[in-house]
Nanobody, 119 residues
């Protein structure tokens, strides 16, 4: 099982952009589904973006049109480009693997990366 390490978070003003990275310890070419999840203070963790083994992407309604998930198989890395950020995007962001959108995650949770959007 690959280990995943998130990075790229930070403090940004509303309307700004960030790009998060999820670096895997091994090859991601055969991973069925990889997703970006987030957990805001006092809220449950939620799935916001995912990419399948075939490259199909999907997004939560709250981020659709603003966030883009992509992957670099050669670099064993999955990215989350976040544009037009809003204060409600403030959360700790995690990546993980699963069988499909909405399925239980397959791996353990990492430390995540904090994203803070100021108004």
């Amino acid at each position: 099982q690959v280990q995943l390490v998130e990075s790229g978070g930070g403090l940004v003003q509303a309307g700004g952009s960030l790009r998060l990275s999820c670096a895997a310890s091994g090859s991601i070419v055969s991973i069925t589904f990889m997703g970006w999840y987030r957990q805001a203070p006092g809220k449950q963790r939620e799935l916001v973006a995912g990419i399948t083994i075939g490259g199909t992407t999907n997004y939560a309604d709250s981020v659709k049109g603003r966030f883009t998930i992509s992957r670099d198989i050669a670099q064993n890395t999955v990215y989350l480009q976040m544009n037009s950020l809003k204060p409600e995007d403030t959360a700790v962001y995690y990546c993980n693997t699963a069988l499909a959108w909405g399925s239980p995650v397959s791996g353990s949770w990492g430390r995540g990366t904090q994203v803070t959007v100021s108004s």
